[in-house]
T-cell receptor, first 114, second 116 residues
Framework: EPEVTQTPSHQVTQMGQEVILRCVPI?????FYWYRQILGQKVEFLVS????????KSEIFDDQFSVERPDGSNFTLKIRSTKLEDSAMYFC????????????FGPGTRLTVL | AQKITQTQPGMFVQEKEAVTLDCTYD???????LFWYKQPSSGEMIFLIY??????QNATEGRYSLNFQKARKSANLVISASQLGDSAMYFC?????????????FGTGTSLTVIP
């Protein structure tokens, strides 16, 4: 069964460093998302991406964040200069355009900023 | 106002019993979708069940069913015949409208513990 994959599973970085989180969405999906979940809290939307551009973003997704689909399979989230409060689990999700519009989530990348 | 409210931070259920996890939602959009996800301790988010706002029947997927009460804006998840492997966090989520973005709004989750 096709699934969303994410790498790395855990990333540790120093405050102020740049990180790139990688995702490979399900191959025939058209819509891509990033969410984050701070430990013990609910999942929060960051950004959605369709047709090679951002279609929606939250207030969390400020100038420090960017997304890219550099080729036909990868979807990346870059945090330019990490802060302590960026420590969280980051989930990538993708969906087709079907009647259910179900978003399928990857296993997540746990980002720890020291 | 919260889009999704889950009022049960923790629930316990005896193995083989049924359990209901509550979810209420808030939207003025006539078109929306409601979803339940399971998050085991390993952290991944597993899709369980979907209910569309125009669906006439309650959704069912194996041991999972969704008790959809549109007038009350509730979408409770019912797990029948609980198993030890059902112990996890459960999140209710909503997608509003139809469009290219359609972010999901998540609730704060309910931690379910199945007791042998």
């Amino acid at each position: 069964e096709p699934e969303v994959t994410q790498t790395p599973s855990h990333q540790v970085t120093q405050m102020g460093q740049e990180v790139i989180l990688r995702c490979v969405p399900i191959s025939n999906h058209l819509y891509f998302y990033w969410y984050r979940q701070i430990l013990g809290q609910k999942v929060e939307f960051l950004v959605s991406f369709y047709n090679n551009e951002i279609s929606e973003k939250s207030e969390i997704f400020d100038d420090q964040f960017s997304v890219e689909r550099p080729d036909g399979s990868n979807f990346t989230l870059k945090i330019r200069s990490t802060k302590l409060e960026d420590s969280a689990m980051y989930f990538c999700a993708s969906r087709q355009r079907t009647s259910t519009d179900t978003q399928y989530f990857g296993p997540g990348t746990r980002l720890t900023v020291l | 106002a919260q889009k999704i409210t889950q009022t049960q931070p923790g629930m316990f259920v005896q193995e083989k019993e049924a359990v209901t996890l509550d979810c209420t939602y808030d939207t003025s959009d006539p078109s929306y979708g409601l979803f339940w996800y399971k998050q085991p301790s390993s952290g991944e988010m597993i899709f369980l069940i979907y209910q569309g706002s125009y669906d006439q029947q309650n959704a069912t997927e194996g041991r999972y069913s969704l008790n959809f009460q549109k007038a009350r804006k509730s979408a409770n998840l019912v797990i029948s015949a609980s198993q030890l492997g059902d112990s996890a966090m459960y999140f209710c989520a909503m997608r509003e409208g139809i469009g290219t973005g359609n972010q999901f709004y998540f609730g704060t989750g309910t931690s379910l513990t199945v007791i042998p």
